[in-house]
């Protein structure tokens, strides 16, 4: 009996504090601060990321993956896609000179080891990167 109520008496202490935890009605969710738009360019400067491309450039590079193999890009996801095909400029730009490690980092990135073992080979990853490069980031 005793430990009845013990866990009953626990259990209340938790109910009381964690319904005490909750917010009002006149509580608003907080939203992220505004960002101007040279603040977002400085952001992504410092993050080693490249300007969002522009509509041809954005076109050019979807082609291209679906070029090496039409499941690269998920049904839908063509903004994924994009993003992390700039996140790997990221890494371009720290890591020029080490292809292998980049590719590498391609196939990862854009889920080839897990999703499509059957195309997660170097040569696909180089074709990956090669097209981020391209398309991109050309100046990194």
């Known amino acids: 009996m005793r430990t009845r109520t ?4 626990i259990a209340a202490t938790l109910l009381t504090t964690l319904t005490a935890c909750g917010g009002g009605a006149d509580d608003k969710p907080s939203s992220p601060p505004s960002l101007t738009e040279e603040q977002r360019a400085s952001a992504r400067a410092a993050a080693g990321l490249p300007a969002e491309p522009d509509d041809e450039a954005r076109k050019a590079y979807l ?8 499941r690269i890009i998920k ?3 063509n903004d994924q896609a994009v993003s992390r095909g700039l996140n790997q400029c990221s890494s371009i730009k720290s890591s020029p000179d080490d292809r292998e490690k980049l590719v590498k980092l391609a196939l990862g990135r854009f889920t080839i080891d897990t999703r499509l ?3 997660a080979t170097p040569e696909t990853g180089g074709k990956i990167l090669d097209a981020v490069h391209k398309h991109l ?3 990194f």
């Open 137 to 139: 980031c050309p100046d």
């Open 117 to 119: 073992p059957d195309i």
């Open 63 to 70: 082609e291209a993956l679906n070029a090496i193999d039409t």
């Open 6 to 9: 013990t866990t009953a008496l």
């Open 75 to 77: 049904p839908g996801k």
